[in-house]
Every structure is written in structure tokens, then in C-alpha cells.
């Protein structure tokens, strides 16, 4: 709770009483002339809506005390007014960007002149929410050693249900101009609190700790709870309004940042300044950090498949190359092996050029994928058969120089791959008709490589398999990634999801040619899987589905158990298999070996489907 101290109020009243006594000579006027002169307070700086009424103007003489100091990245320190008004919109507390190492300590009283700012972290392109504050400052020390003003306890109560208020159409959708109402919306909530000293107890670790040195956890246990500790992200309208990010205002060298998975739990008090970043938006920057009570969580294997059941599996491997440690090799196969089973088939995606990042025209990956299936092999796995089809230099997207691509991965033991007439980066495969039955004019092939909806971006892989005499198409996509999408804190509510106009294209090229297919044979069985870059209730997924031809299969899974990637807290979908109406009875598994986890070997969980063709 806030104190409420209306000190513009009490010098009204003070001078008014001098006037009346006497004391002073004066009319109103002068009254409010005196009010006016009071030095200006942080939350008169804030004001009640995104933007500071005083925003590009000098101030001088704002007080307060020192709750944190960073000393390395944004540098600066965060400064509260332990004497807040009565307006909870208002926030009492404010950053101050030194861009050299600060001076100042925790719990000096400081006096603070500059000029007020609207910082936009990622800047104005981005659309995330800026950060009010005071630049180019004079900063006098007026004392040390003050206490620090009372933490506000951010938790289930206090956090509100709503996530966000529509935005303004006429601010093309922006939040920025409203008036915050923070006991009605979770973001309007945080920024109230914006550059104040906050604290969370017991909370829920929902996104592990990253290279990066955060953690996402959430103050609402109850919330979109999954069996393994994340929080889902099942629609648009779940944003999850619990979900805060936690960073460490002590730099690494001085205290190793805690190791956390999904499921763990930060226990006891975090505290800290509230802060807004371009990477997830509403942040915990703890001057004093919990610690770290570790879950049971494990990764996942999936069950093998029958005799008469063909396996089929999606896995991005996350810009594998030969210069990667062999360690990664290494515990990629493993998990192909003793997680997955060994499927009959593996769809592989991100898999880089024979010399990586290297920028040099080379496009062949035949030393990464022999590299990777003779770790399969060493771990226990098949002796693996590949085909793929290599793309043109620096065509495809992804890291400049690494030219990844998708890769099928077979087993001859249980399956056989139909080669025909093998197409290249700039060839389209297309459909035609056999004996009564639907072929690819080229295996493997690409689909409709030419379409701008690929420029810059994977073209799918389709391969024509036969399991026990029956035809299996198969096509491997890595769908366009996310990349220039607003985050949800953005300052447009809904937030602008720019990638969608492309990967909408894609899943339209892609239901085209599987309406081909089965055009050519309705009881063909097609599967297709990948890094779809989308939501299992994203427009995407349902133009992969249009008329029927297609089904998201993770859907068949209870919502608790549908993700693949976990983003800033959100376990979520970007991974799936699709599959046509011929294939009805089939098993599906999420095997949750690397998202959840703060060591892992891709950021991707990979996806396994068995059925009986």
C-alpha cells in the first residue's frame, strides 16, 4: 500500500493560513504562484499515463532516494519519493541514465537535475512501451545510509485478470496516451509501478535461466498451470498476466546468476527496482535475489513405435554445423536415440552449410548431416539414409553465411525413400498421377520454390516414402520466424504481428499442393511437420488446414500438453505435425527435452506422431 502524502495540498494549506493570519500579504493568485514554485516531485514527472507530461523539458531538485544502481549495460540508478501521493496511477519511483558508471549508493538521499526523457528500449520501430526518465543529470548526495520506501508486494492479488486495454485507434492502437488504470489491467498495473521498488515472495519458475542471465517466473500460481511447472500461452487472450522477468543488478563476475528450469522455484524475497526492457518488456532488476529451489524436472521419452507403426518426427536442431562441439552432436543423437525412440523417419530443420556461419558460397551440408547421423549410429541409433536438397547462397534466410536447410533423415531398415528425378533449389516438384495412385514429379523436391512467399525464407522439402507398400508423403517446412513481431507489453495493444502476412502465404503454398495430392488420390497419406513458426490457433495453422485437407495433430493432445518452445514464460506451439484425413488413428507426443531446461541442446522441443499407414 502506498502512504498518502498530498504535499502540494498541505503548502496550499499552509499559505493560505499565513494569509488569512495576516502573516503574508497577497491574493489567491499569489497563493497558487507559491504552489506552483514547490519543487517538481517524480510522480509529477510520471503522470498518469505512459508518456511524462514533462517529457523533453529540464527539471531541477527532484528528491528522492536510491533503491539500485547498474553499472553495467543501461547504466544508471533508480531514485523513489518515500512520501507517494494518494494517486496509485502515479509511479514514485524514476530512472536516472548516467551513461558512465554511476557514483551514488543504495539509500543515499540525492537532489537530481536534467532532462526528462521518453527512453524506447529496441527504439520506435520496435513499438515496445518507452522508459520515463532523467538524462544528462547534476546529481548532489544529500545523505547515505537512508532506509529504502517500503517494497509494494507484486503477487496474485494485486496483479489484475485483464492484461491490457484496447488502444486507441486514433494513436494507430497505441496505450500510450490512456490514463492508466492499474487495478483493472495487468500492464497498466506494472507501469504504475515503473522505476519503483517492488517485491515478489515464493514464486514459480516458468522460463529457465538464459546465457543471457534472466529467468521468467510467474506471481500467479494458479495461472495457465501445466503438469511440469509452465505457464501456456493457449491464445491470443492468455498473455499470462503473472509472468515478470528477473535479472540481477550485481554484476556476474561478483555473483553468479542462479541456474533455474521450468518447475523450480525462487523462494524467498527478490527486491528490486522495476524496469522495462526491449527483451520481454516489465523487469525485476533484483538488488537482493532469492534463491533457487530446484524441481524434478526431467526430459521427456517418447513411447517406440510398434512393428506396424511408421514413426515420424520434426526436430530443429538449432544452426547445426560441423564446427559445432562435438558434445552437441553428440547429445542431439542421444536424444533421437533414447528420447525419440529412433523414428522411421526424422524431419530436420536449421541444419547449416559444411562450414557454418563462414560466408564463403558454400552451400553443400553433406559433412553435417554425415557428421550427425554417425553420432545417431554411435549412440545406438540406425545407420540413418538422408536426402535433401541444398538452397542458393544466402537465399533462405537465417544466419547470413549458414544457408540452413530442412533434411529427411530415414531408416532403410523400416522404410524406403522414392527417388525421382531429384529437383534442385530452383525446380518445383509437383504432382502427378500412377497407376491410380498420386507421385511427386521430383523426390526429393521442392514446392513452388519460386513463389515470393519464400523469398528470404526455407522452401519446403517433399519426399515421396513407402512403408509395409504403402506411399507416405512427407514435407519438412520451416516456416518464416517471428522476427519484427511486437511483443506483448508493446505499446499497440493488440501488439502488431507483422510475420504473419508471410507465413500466411507459406501455409496457403503449402495446403495448395497437398490439395494436389489429394486431389490426385483423396486417400493419400501426407504429413506436414516442421517449425511452422506459429500457434496450433494462429491464422497460419488454420490456412495449413483450409478445406480439410490437413489437421493440426498437437491438437489432439489435452491443451496442458500442447507447446513446443517457451518464450519469455509462455510455453507455447511453434513445432507441428499436420496430417491428412487418411491418417485417423495415430499417437502424438511433445517430447519436452530441451525448451523447459536451462542447458539444452536446441531451444525447440521435437515432435513425434506413429501411426499405421
Do not use: C
Not at 71 to 79: E, L, P
Not at 162 to 175: K, T, V
Not at 250 to 260: D, H, I
Amino acid at each position: 500500500m502506498r502512504s498518502s502524502h498530498p504535499r502540494s495540498a498541505a503548502v496550499a494549506a499552509l499559505v493560505a493560513a499565513a494569509l488569512a493570519s495576516g502573516l503574508l500579504a497577497g491574493t489567491a493568485d499569489a497563493a497558487e504562484g507559491a504552489v506552483s514554485a514547490d519543487p517538481v516531485r517524480i510522480h509529477d514527472i510520471q503522470g498518469t499515463t505512459r508518456i511524462s507530461p514533462l517529457n523533453g523539458k529540464a527539471v531541477a531538485d527532484v528528491q528522492g532516494i536510491v533503491i539500485g544502481v547498474r553499472t553495467y549495460g543501461s547504466r544508471g540508478f533508480w531514485i523513489q519519493d518515500p512520501d507517494a501521493d494518494d494517486n496509485p496511477a502515479t509511479s514514485e519511483g524514476i530512472f536516472v541514465f548516467t551513461s558512465s558508471a554511476p557514483t551514488v549508493a543504495v539509500g543515499d538521499a540525492v537532489k537530481v537535475s536534467g532532462t526528462v526523457g521518453e527512453y524506447v528500449p529496441g527504439g520506435a520501430a520496435s513499438g515496445n512501451q518507452s522508459v520515463t526518465q532523467i538524462a544528462k543529470p547534476t546529481v548532489t548526495v544529500l545523505s547515505s545510509g537512508n532506509a529504502l520506501p517500503e517494497a509494494t508486494v507484486v503477487n496474485e492479488y494485486s496483479v489484475p485478470a485483464e492484461y491490457a486495454p484496447a488502444g486507441d485507434p486514433a494513436a494507430g492502437g497505441s496505450i500510450n496516451g490512456l490514463t492508466l488504470e492499474p487495478s483493472r489491467y495487468a500492464l497498466d498495473y506494472y507501469e504504475s509501478l515503473e522505476g519503483m521498488n517492488v517485491r515478489i515472495g515464493n514464486s514459480r519458475v516458468v522460463g529457465a535461466t538464459d546465457p543471457y542471465a534472466e529467468m521468467w517466473v510467474t506471481v500467479k500460481g494458479w495461472e495457465n498451470t501445466l503438469k511440469r511447472g509452465g505457464t501456456l500461452y493457449g491464445s491470443y487472450e492468455s498473455q499470462n498476466t503473472g509472468r515478470l522477468q528477473v535479472q540481477q543488478l550485481a554484476p556476474l563476475a561478483q555473483q553468479p546468476f542462479p541456474v533455474a528450469n521450468v518447475g523450480d522455484r525462487l523462494t524467498g524475497t527478490t527486491e528490486g527496482p522495476l524496469d522495462f526492457n526491449q527483451f520481454g518488456g516489465y523487469t525485476l532488476a533484483a538488488r537482493t535475489l532469492g534463491t533457487v529451489k530446484a524441481g524434478t524436472l526431467a526430459p521427456e521419452k517418447t513411447k517406440a513405435q510398434s512393428p506396424g507403426e511408421l514413426a515420424v518426427a520434426t526436430y530443429n536442431v538449432e544452426n547445426l554445423d560441423p564446427s559445432d562441439p562435438q558434445e552437441k552432436f553428440d547429445n542431439l543423437a542421444k536424444a533421437v536415440v533414447q528420447n525419440l525412440a529412433s523414428p522411421d523417419i526424422v524431419a530436420l530443420e536449421e541444419i547449416q552449410d559444411d562450414n557454418g556461419a563462414k560466408n564463403d558460397g558454400t552451400v553443400s551440408a553433406e559433412e553435417t548431416i554425415e557428421k550427425f547421423t554417425a553420432a545417431i549410429a554411435a549412440a545406438g541409433g540406425p545407420a540413418y539414409q538422408w536426402r535433401s536438397i541444398s538452397p542458393e547462397n544466402n537465399k533462405d534466410g537465417g544466419e547470413p553465411g549458414g544457408n540452413i536447410r530442412q533434411v529427411f533423415l530415414f531408416n532403410p531398415a523400416r522404410v524406403s525413400f522414392t527417388d525421382r528425378a531429384a529437383g534442385d533449389a530452383v525446380t518445383a516438384t509437383g504432382v502427378a498421377k500412377e497407376n491410380g495412385k498420386a507421385a511427386l514429379t521430383h523426390s526429393p523436391g521442392r514446392i513452388d520454390p519460386a513463389n515470393p512467399a519464400w523469398a528470404d525464407s526455407r522452401k519446403p522439402l517433399a519426399g515421396e516414402f513407402v512403408f509395409r507398400g504403402r506411399t507416405v508423403f512427407v514435407i519438412a517446412n520451416h516456416f518464416s520466424s517471428k522476427g519484427g513481431d511486437e511483443g506483448l507489453t508493446s505499446q499497440h495493444q493488440p501488439p502488431v504481428r507483422k510475420s504473419e502476412d508471410k507465413r500466411l502465404l507459406q501455409a496457403q503454398a503449402v495446403n495448395t499442393f497437398v490439395k494436389e495430392i489429394l486431389a490426385a488420390d483423396k486417400n493419400a497419406d501426407v504429413l506436414a511437420l516442421g517449425d511452422i513458426n506459429d500457434f496450433e490457433f494462429s491464422n497460419t495453422a488454420k490456412a495449413l488446414e483450409d478445406g480439410g485437407v490437413l489437421y493440426s495433430a498437437i491438437k489432439s493432445l489435452p491443451k496442458a500438453e500442447r507447446y513446443s518452445y517457451v518464450y519469455q514464460g509462455n510455453a507455447q506451439v511453434l513445432d507441428q505435425i499436420l496430417v491428412s484425413p487418411a491418417i485417423k488413428n495415430y499417437a502424438y507426443d511433445s517430447v519436452h527435452i530441451n525448451a523447459e531446461f536451462s542447458v539444452q541442446n536446441s531451444d525447440h522441443d521435437p515432435q513425434v506422431l506413429r501411426f499405421r499407414p
